[in-house]
């Protein structure tokens, strides 16, 4: 199968949010501390009627529904979360309710779990899948979804809750270039979630965003290095030889740099770590003398830094992001509308940014254009590769029924949220620390708090079993 990638995609993320602005004075934190040094507008969260299995559910099911495919259509299912309520019984198991009318339970795939890489993990498995001697003409599906809760601190701001499934099959709108992913996995107790009664994780803060940003550089020195080695390859000649394609993203024949793609999609566990992180590719482009354009020549005063130096160093960071900044606006910023608006949805996080990417351009500025992106999950695993927009010749699933899809999102996310006051939100937190593992129990918020189509709680036995309806 030729252009293996994304078919079809869809979003969910629930209807309550709390107001960063409100939450800096609600936790006493000096005024822009969430808003202007994190980069935070708004944070989702759900309540007790929601848990992963129903967000996934609810996102599988509208996925579904809208490009109209049948259950017995598809031959493999993968789930990527972080958001445990079974150490043994996956989500995907759950999602099968939804195939059970159909008979098809020859669905390949399971959980994958790693922080907030395990969505890249379950989409990786799905392109492997078809491109591989096992596939048997059938769609995958893959759906992340996680809730991001923090206990009380400077943490508890970079919540959010959401989930997003993806269809893949060959001829698709959005191919993932072959032979082309770079990765980075180290054992490191950055962020962790060792204790199985509490929801939050234990987070060192700052080893995470170091974490992050040194595993950044592996990834995008080991890509540079594959596009070169590949850049023989048929998709990269394709590229080249494409008229489509912008100069930018045909300059450097054979190097990879800024330049070299049109978006670059980043994991946002906050929106002003992305603006650090596109700076600090720009390090790795000036160490290797490439980007003649940019005003780098404040940067030579630290070419001697240590690599460990270098991440500490702030005056260096600062110029950093100031060289970047044009190319940032250009190529990153207008993916951080979801991240921005609905908060770190944990693994649904680095598809957020692609979804608000594809909805801040007009169709014709898509098409033919690489974004590159990388997903990091702490712990720790990372991955970049890319995937180029193409002229996809599948009139079931095109990028125009793609880009219709998700605009209702866009309009959902501005016009049809509910807002909840900080106190409230603390006080409901506080709630749930104390039920969260009670058992029987029913959720004490109705349907009221639901979008129309979404899966809810219904209840959980003495067994723990839970039931689910959708509204
Ligand atoms: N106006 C403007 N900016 C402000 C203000 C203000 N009033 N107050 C503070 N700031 C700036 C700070 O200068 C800082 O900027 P800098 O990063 O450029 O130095 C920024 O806001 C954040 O302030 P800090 O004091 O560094 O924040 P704190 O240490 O309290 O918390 C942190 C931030 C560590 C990210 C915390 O929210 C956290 O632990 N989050 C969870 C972990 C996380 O998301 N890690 C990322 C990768 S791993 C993952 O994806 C889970």
Known sequence: PQNVGIL?????????????????????VSSGKYTIGLGQSKMSFCLDNEDINSICLTVLNNLMEKYSIKPEEVGRLEVGTET?????????????????KSGNTDVEGVDNVNACFGGTAALFNAINWVESSYWDGRYAIVVMGDIALYAKGNARPTGGAGAIAFLIGPDSPLVFERGLRSNHISHAYDFYKPVMDSEYPIVDGKLSVVCYLNALDKCYQLYKKKFQNLSSINALNDLNNNDNYSNDEKKNN?????????AFLFHSPYCKLVQKSFARLLWNDFLENELSECQMN???QYKNLTNEESFLDKQLEKELVKASETLFKKKTSPSLLFAKEIGNMYTPSLY???ASHLLSKPIENLRN???CLFSYGSGLAASMYSIVISENKN?????EKLLENLERHKTKLNEHRVEIEPELYDKYLQQRELTNKKVPRV?????QTLYPGTWYLKSIDENYKRKYERV
């Open 8 to 28: 079809a995609m869809e979003c969910y993320f629930p209807l309550q949010f709390v107001d960063q602005e409100k939450l800096e004075q609600f936790d006493k």
């Open 84 to 100: 445990l309520i079974d150490k043994s019984k996956s989500v995907k198991s759950v999602l099968m309710s939804l195939f059970e």
């Open 254 to 262: 054979g190097n990879f740099n800024l330049n070299s793609a049109s």
């Open 298 to 300: 404040s940067l030579d």
């Open 352 to 354: 957020g940014c692609l």
């Open 369 to 371: 254009t690489r974004l």
């Open 395 to 399: 009139e079931r699933f095109t990028l």
């Open 443 to 447: 959720p004490s918020f109705d349907t």
